[in-house]
């Protein structure tokens, strides 16, 4: 399967039957991202969380007593 890469426009050959080839399928709503780009998203989000600039907004949980 041909997929293109949403942030550097890259064109890759994956896997039919790989789990992301499938996600693509049925779900047209993901989107594809190369692994280049990932890991740069991902050192710089790490980055931004060492610095203390950088909060991520996580939903509280309520702790259930039942």
């Given at each position: 399967m041909r997929v293109k890469c949403v942030l550097?426009?890259?064109?890759?050959t994956?896997?039919?039957?790989?789990?992301v080839a499938k996600r693509l399928r049925?779900?047209?709503i993901h989107t594809y991202m190369c692994?280049?780009?990932?890991?740069?998203i991902?050192?710089?989000t790490n980055l931004r969380l060492e610095s203390g600039?950088?909060?991520l907004y996580?939903?509280?949980t309520n702790?259930?007593?039942?």
């Amino acid at each position: 399967m041909r997929v293109k890469c949403v942030l550097c426009d890259k064109i890759e050959t994956i896997e039919d039957e790989s789990p992301v080839a499938k996600r693509l399928r049925n779900r047209p709503i993901h989107t594809y991202m190369c692994q280049h780009c990932d890991d740069r998203i991902k050192e710089k989000t790490n980055l931004r969380l060492e610095s203390g600039n950088f909060r991520l907004y996580r939903p509280k949980t309520n702790g259930d007593d039942w």
